[in-house]
């Protein structure tokens, strides 16, 4: 069994900041790319940030210069450090994962998602 927890979500005023983090547990063999995606209401899920295994990252043109992924193997984790943040950026997020488990093959795995609210 494979789990992806986030947190780090809340309400924050235009130009704030938030950092989101997300930890993988279970029966992992092993990840590859990690990353951050987001839906506003009404809109589809669209692709916020990602980080592979060497640490290469990927970003949406929207959060280029304001968002920074991370990640820290040892830990399983992925964070996503979020700066000057504007109203149009207020959607759930979620932490996506390409996982390895004990006895499978590699398949992607979500998070529940956690809100983020950009909002005076």
């Known amino acids: 069994q494979v789990q992806l927890v986030e947190s780090g979500g809340g309400l924050v005023q235009p130009g704030g900041s938030l950092r989101l983090s997300c930890k993988a547990s279970g029966s992992i063999l092993a990840i590859n790319t990690m990353g951050w995606y987001r839906q506003a209401p009404g809109k589809q899920r669209e692709l916020v940030a990602t980080?592979?295994?060497?640490?290469?990252?990927n970003y949406a043109d929207s959060v280029k210069g304001r968002f920074t992924i991370s990640r820290d193997s040892a830990k399983k984790t992925v964070l996503l450090q979020m700066n000057s943040l504007k109203p149009e950026d207020t959607a759930v997020y979620y932490c996506g994962a390409n996982i390895q488990a004990y006895g499978l093959d590699y398949s992607n795995y979500w998070g529940q998602g956690t809100q983020v609210t950009v909002s005076a």
């Open positions: 980080i592979t295994i060497l640490g290469s990252t």
